[in-house]
T-cell receptor
Framework: DGGITQSPKYLFRKEGQNVTLSCEQN?????MYWYRQDPGQGLRLIYY???????QKGDIAEGYSVSREKKESFPLTVTSAQKNPTAFYLCASSIQGRGESAFFGQGTRLTVV | AQTVTQSQPEMSVQEAETVTLSCTYD???????LFWYKQPPSRQMILVIRQEAYKQQNATENRFSVNFQKAAKSFSLKISDSQLGDAAMYFC???????????FGQGTTLQVKP
């Protein structure tokens, strides 16, 4: 079945450690997105990519990094520079990022202790 | 900067009645798309409806319809004959066709009372 997969569903890390969240899609979509969801703040865009080997900062990119070496994969690294990393993270993809509907993964809940 | 604003953090509706969720957006683009997404307690995002800005006709999907006012930059969602399964958080979203930057509003939590 085609879809977008985020792993793991729950992730615990110690403060000061970098952690990488996985996002894989087999929909042959060019565009991929990472969002952070906090209570009362909706979905805030971290990074997005419309093509392999290219990506742009979203509205809250500080403390995060991404790569887009393969069309299917768009991993997100939460670095130690991110001051409040505990949140729910959602990955999405769309055909070209030109106005098509986006498909979402099931999310990763990151807790930093 | 492009922004999407949902001014109603919470709404409630009686089962079988109609409710309207509000959304406004700010943009200088002329070619863009608007969406409503639903996020139930499972947190899986589900597309409800999509509107192309160049189309004057309001989009509809069964019990869901929008009121798209381009000049006012308003994009409200009307849910008719509300059902218990409609209870969820609803997000308004915007994407300009030239940048691919998909942004969301803060969300509105909808409660459906039996």
């Amino acid at each position: 079945d085609g879809g977008i997969t985020q792993s793991p569903k729950y992730l615990f890390r110690k403060e000061g450690q970098n952690v990488t969240l996985s996002c894989e899609q087999n929909l042959n979509h060019d565009a991929m997105y990472w969002y952070r969801q906090d209570p009362g703040q909706g979905l805030r865009l971290i990074y997005y990519s419309q093509i392999v080997n290219d990506f742009q900062k979203g509205d809250i990119a500080e403390g995060y990094s991404v790569s887009r070496e393969k069309k299917e994969s768009f991993p997100l690294t939460v670095t130690s520079a991110q001051k409040n990393p505990t949140a729910f993270y959602l990955c999405a993809s769309s055909i070209q990022g030109r106005g098509e509907s986006a498909f979402f993964g099931q999310g990763t809940r990151l807790t930093v202790v | 900067a492009q922004t999407v604003t949902q001014s109603q953090p919470e709404m409630s509706v009686q089962e079988a009645e109609t409710v309207t969720l509000s959304c406004t957006y700010d943009t200088s683009e002329s070619d863009y798309y608007l969406f409503w997404y639903k996020q139930p307690p499972s947190r899986q995002m589900i597309l409800v409806i999509r509107q192309e800005a160049y189309k004057q006709q309001n989009a509809t999907e069964n019990r869901f319809s929008v009121n798209f006012q381009k000049a006012a930059k308003s994009f409200s969602l009307k849910i008719s004959d509300s059902q218990l399964g409609d209870a969820a958080m609803y997000f308004c979203a915007y994407i300009p066709s030239n940048t691919g930057k998909l942004i969301f509003g803060q969300g509105t939590t909808l409660q459906v009372k039996p």
